[in-house]
């Protein structure tokens, strides 16, 4: 190794004392963490009184999600377990990240999605790192289910978050925070949907101020989707629908430890309809650069609900002035490029030539 920096050497490397790491354990890494930190001015400003808001851009992962960070501690831990092939459900990112970690360390991947509701791109990751593809007439639980059924039989390791070691990975995304903030912020919103991130989040928030790297814990606040909030309704919805695919979930696996995460550090539920969505993720396009999946955009949805205070199931009025907010947005925009809508862009050709041009441009 040509550098003691542990830049761009995944979050094994940079976070091995805090994981369950050892000698025996095969490294299998993409050289994922260590995203970027992003300040809002604009958003800061939108919430006023001198809070500080800043994104945590986990679609900047070598497969584009926040999974990578908990699927190298499972994969690791999958080859030290000596087993034969990795099987996860998936809304789509899970099973982008699995296939392409599979491909890494040289085992088999199966995967099986719900048909026909799987965004475009990450099932063309998956097909790209070769994963055994097996598409379900069924939503994203019943796959979730099916995969618990055939259970880790003849070598096959579960890579989905009811797997603790993806919790583990995930949980470096807190510490990372810590570690650049100097302190836990004040606030952290979340989208909201097997819940195992948000999970992963307060265990690492909790961790580190255990250790006393921080010296206080935030309040956690998630976002689901209004046509898929379980844990928000406090009940299973049979048949969830939204457009951010990701998190189409009725029934959430770490539905408990969500809520409990939520409770304890004095935080809320909340819902973001599809239409708030779409509007965050085109602000957050537009406004800073930074093109999420719609998932990702139910954080920025759900700080535009907060901000408002009206019927928002937590308000920023009770925040003290000079707060930090941090948003995770959780997956790059390329994955699902139908959902940005083109139907107002018109690509009609014009003449090439320069004065044509010049009159289309418009400016
Ligand atoms: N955002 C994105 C982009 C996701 O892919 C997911 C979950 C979430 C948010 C919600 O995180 O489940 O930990 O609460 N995607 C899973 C998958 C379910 O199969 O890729 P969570």
Request: glycine share 10%; net charge neutral.
């Amino acid at each position: 190794m040509l550098t003691t920096s542990h830049q761009g050497r995944g979050v094994i490397s940079r976070y091995r004392d805090f994981l369950l790491i050892n000698e025996r354990t095969p490294i299998v890494s993409l050289g994922e963490g260590d995203t970027p930190l992003l300040y809002s001015g604009r958003l800061s400003a939108r919430v006023g009184r001198d809070c500080e808001v800043f994104i945590k851009n986990e679609g900047m992962n070598p497969t584009g999600s926040f999974k990578d960070r908990g699927m190298t501690v499972a994969v690791s831990k999958a080859i030290e377990r000596k087993a034969r092939a990795l099987i996860c459900a998936s809304t789509g990112n899970t099973s982008a990240s699995a296939a392409a970690y599979g491909a890494r360390a040289g085992i088999p991947c199966v995967v099986i999605l719900p048909a026909g509701k799987i965004a475009r791109g990450k099932l063309l990751q998956a097909f790209a790192y070769g994963a055994k593809i097996v598409a379900i007439d069924g939503n994203f639980d019943d796959a979730l289910r099916i995969v618990r059924e055939l259970g880790e039989d003849d070598g096959f390791v579960i890579v989905n978050s009811i797997n603790p070691d993806r919790i583990e990975g995930q949980k470096t995304a807190a510490f990372e925070i810590v570690d650049l903030l100097g302190d836990a912020p004040e606030l952290h919103l979340l989208p909201l949907g097997n819940a195992g991130n948000l999970t992963a989040y307060w265990s690492g928030y909790r961790e580190y101020h255990a250790k006393e790297r921080s010296t206080k814990l935030p309040a956690m606040l998630g976002f689901q989707a209004e046509g898929a909030a379980p844990i928000f309704r406090n009940r299973v919805v049979e048949k969830p629908e939204t457009i951010a695919s990701a998190i189409r979930i009725g029934n959430p696996a770490s539905w408990k430890q969500a809520r409990a995460a939520i409770d304890e550090s004095h935080g809320a539920v909340d819902i973001v309809s599809d239409r708030e969505i779409i509007d965050a993720q085109k602000w957050l396009a537009q406004n800073e650069g930074i093109f999420v999946e719609p998932a990702s955009a139910a954080s920025i949805a759900g700080l535009f609900k907060c901000c408002d205070a009206k019927g928002a199931a937590y308000s920023f009025e009770k925040l003290p002035p000079g707060s930090r907010i941090v948003c995770t947005v959780t997956g790059h925009g390329l994955k699902d490029p139908d959902a940005i809508a083109i139907e107002d862009v018109d690509l009609a050709p014009v003449a090439a030539n320069t004065n044509t041009v010049r009159r289309a441009m418009a400016l």
